[in-house]
């Protein structure tokens, strides 16, 4: 590619990541990576990780601060489990060189797998009229445009789960959202505009603590320029997934974010054959 066209193409791929990220509430990563590494094969892989994991971050910034102003973030979550998955992001970086990693990865890209075969069959949860439960907190979240949302979940369940997140985001090196959104929506029992808006702000805080150690680290050396033109795109893809995810339907949403996990799946079954 001559270079002239190498910088407005970079810009180009974080609009198009940024927006489809944005709009199921992960970062992107799971995407950018493996564009990254065959448009930069002899890159190291840490400066590939922490070029994408720093356009997650602004990607999720960008992203955030759009649903922040459409009232679509469930603040009591977003914080609650940004905070919970620290610990299980430290866990997954100590214990990542102590597994078969091949044999993990494909176990890990079957359940991926499955779990997406089940969110295109079924893609909201089947709630029946029940009463308020023990240890639940009751929401009612009434965004910009007026919409509603009334829904309970157990904050502690949400609170273990966002462990288990961080700790898989970690070893596996992906954005923890694809992973979140399906937990919050089947077992917490979140709307899934509410779900992939308040997982964008988690995903926003633990982008930037990774982002912060490559810095520290200088794993970013060499990368600050690429990674200045992708940050370009992503902030305006962002804006772009934030508005689009207004127009898409609860179930649409989650079945475009089974998607992305059926890619993930594929990267990680097709890695170890490269």
């Excluded at 603590?209 to 060499?222: C, E, F, M, N, R």
């Amino acid at each position: 590619m001559p270079d002239w066209l190498i910088w407005p193409g970079l810009v180009l791929l974080g609009v198009g990541v940024g927006a489809y990220g944005t709009m199921i509430g992960a970062g992107g990563g799971f995407v950018l990576v493996p564009l990254l590494l065959l448009l930069y094969p002899d890159d190291p892989p840490e400066l590939i990780t922490s070029i994408s994991l720093a356009v997650v971050f602004c990607n999720a910034l960008s992203g955030t601060a759009a649903y922040l102003h459409q009232r679509r973030v469930d603040l009591l979550a977003a914080n609650a489990f940004a905070v919970a998955t620290i610990p299980g992001a430290i866990a997954g970086a100590l214990v990542v060189g102590l597994l078969p990693r091949d044999a993990f990865d494909v176990a890990f890209a079957v359940l991926l797998l499955l779990v997406s075969s089940f969110l295109i069959v079924r893609p909201a949860a089947r709630i029946r009229q029940r009463s308020h439960r023990r240890g639940e907190v009751s929401r009612l979240l009434t965004d910009r445009s007026g919409d509603t949302y009334a829904y309970s979940y157990n904050l502690i369940t949400g609170v273990v789960l966002s462990v288990a997140v961080g700790f898989l985001s970690s070893l596996l090196g992906i954005g923890g959202g694809i992973i979140h959104v399906p937990l919050m929506v089947q077992v917490l029992l979140f709307p899934a505009h509410v779900a992939t808006a308040t997982s964008h702000y988690v995903l926003m805080i633990s982008a930037l603590a990774g982002t912060l150690v490559h810095l520290v680290s200088g794993d970013l050396d060499g990368g600050y320029a690429r990674t200045g033109a992708l940050a370009i795109g992503v902030l305006a893809g962002a804006q772009v997934g934030a508005r689009l995810s207004v127009l898409v339907r609860g179930p649409a949403l989650i079945r475009l974010l089974a998607g992305a996990l059926i890619l993930v799946a594929l990267r990680l079954l097709v890695t170890p054959l490269i």
